[in-house]
């Protein structure tokens, strides 16, 4: 079965991994990713994209259809303010956006 799946978190360590695994089970996946940075996997569709903006991933996916979303973001030294931009609000922005793409399913 071939599912589109969007990867937010692709180069982070545990992003990488699911994105390996992903490519080796045949998916195609769509990783977007903060400007100037990029997952060194092979297989991936890689957009750069600011998931704390709303309407980023929207443009990114440019009307493509998306069946499932996985996110590996997680902030990255945990202070309040950076845990509030990308635990909570790129996080539902991932979450509204993907789902008006018409994704189904959505793992955290």
């Known amino acids: 079965m071939h599912l589109d799946v969007v990867l937010a978190g692709a180069?982070?360590?545990i992003g990488?991994?699911?994105a390996r695994e992903l490519v080796a089970r045949g998916y195609s996946v769509f990783c977007p990713v903060?400007?100037?940075?990029?997952?060194v996997?092979?297989?991936l569709d890689?957009?750069?994209?600011?998931?704390?903006?709303?309407?980023?991933?929207?443009r990114a996916l440019k009307g493509r259809q998306v069946d499932a979303v996985i996110s590996c973001i997680a902030s990255r030294g945990g202070?309040?303010?950076?845990?509030?931009?990308v635990e909570y609000y790129a996080q539902l922005n991932l979450l509204t956006e993907a789902a008006?793409?018409?994704a189904r399913h959505f793992i955290l």
Do not use: F, K, Y
Not at 34 to 39: E, H, V
């Open 34 to 39: 903060r400007p100037g940075s990029a997952p």
């Open 41 to 43: 996997q092979v297989g």
């Open 16 to 18: 990488q991994a699911v």
């Open 11 to 13: 180069t982070g360590t």
């Open 46 to 58: 890689v957009s750069s994209c600011r998931l704390t903006e709303p309407g980023s991933l929207a």
């Open 100 to 102: 008006e793409a018409g």
């Open 79 to 85: 202070a309040p303010r950076d845990a509030w931009a």
